[in-house]
């Protein structure tokens, strides 16, 4: 088994649950750092006005991205293949007030017509399908010209390799990552994402990495903890305190333009 999508099945009640895994990781631990940044590109750098833009979340799970973008005021689907993800999804968007349309689907097939969003979000989604190449030209297909991308995935380096793989997920001694949540062989490397959105008319702008702001041997010993049982997941968020960075080794985010 390369990689075990059936996970967001099993934990899809866990999604906004800061001390599991899912919503640990993404909403704590990445969260601010990503949905800061796209608010930004958006807002400041990009000049739009998000009252009332179509939002296309691709791989939303439960719904942590789509719902920071519903409450800028957009108009947003979010689109998954796992239905319990789903169900959880709409279920806390109508506790928290939020109009936002979950449909089942995925990001190789679109069931959407051409150019009819502006901005489309996929997020830890690129890494876990079975064909990018597919998913990045849907992805173009249904973006306006001039239309934004934003994405973040993991690059495939040594050091995700040992970090990703080998001590969170596959060392008995210090793994606190369910086994199968990712394969490293799936992860990508930006040259690789460049080249691809390229050939499907997405003009990258910027890359920026998501790092933590903790001593690599700080974060290590947090991991460690983890593993004993010792520290949560939402309190690892905090200590670790990821920023934007300039090294791409890790996690790494960005936006493209659909060409005009
Ligand atoms: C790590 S989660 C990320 C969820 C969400 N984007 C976020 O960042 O909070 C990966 C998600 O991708 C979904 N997924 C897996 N294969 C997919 C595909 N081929 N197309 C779209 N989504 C997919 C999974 O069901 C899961 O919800």
């Known amino acids: 088994m390369p990689v075990d999508n059936e ?12 001390n599991q895994v899912l919503g640990g990781t ?6 601010p750092v990503r949905f800061g940044y796209f608010q930004r590109v958006l807002i400041d750098k990009r000049k739009m006005d998000p009252q009332g ?5 691709v791989g939303c799970g439960g719904g942590l991205l789509a719902e920071e973008f519903a409450r800028l005021g957009c108009q947003v689907t979010g689109i998954d293949p796992s239905e319990p993800s789903l169900a959880t999804a709409r279920k806390h968007a109508q506790q928290s007030g939020l109009d936002i349309t979950y449909q089942s689907g995925v990001g190789e097939h679109l069931p959407f017509a051409d150019a009819c969003f502006d901005v489309v979000v996929c997020c830890d989604v690129l890494e876990h399908v079975n064909d990018v190449a597919q998913v990045i030209q849907e992805i173009s297909r249904v ?85 004993r049982g010792q520290m949560t997941f939402a309190e690892m968020g905090k200590r670790m305190n990821f920023q934007e960075s300039k090294d791409l080794s890790g996690s790494y985010m960005g936006y493209a333009l659909k060409q005009r």
């Not at 993404?26 to 969260?31: F, K, N, Q, S, Y």
């Not at 833009?53 to 979340?57: E, G, H, I, P």
């Open 143 to 227: 973006l306006i010209p001039g239309g934004i991308f934003f994405y973040d995935t993991i690059n495939r380096t040594l050091f995700t390799k040992l970090v990703h793989i080998k001590i969170a997920q596959e060392w008995q001694s210090t793994s606190f990552m369910p086994p199968y949540l990712h394969d490293w062989k799936m992860f990508i490397k930006p040259q690789e994402l460049l080249l691809c959105m390229q050939r499907y008319h997405l003009q990258n702008q910027e890359m920026k990495g998501m790092n933590p702001r903790a001593h690599p041997l700080a974060t290590i010993d947090m991991f460690l903890r983890r593993k």
């Open 53 to 57: 833009k179509r939002v296309l979340d």
């Open 26 to 31: 993404l909403r704590i631990w990445l969260g």
């Open 7 to 18: 996970l967001y099945n099993r934990l899809s009640d866990t999604w906004w649950d800061e």
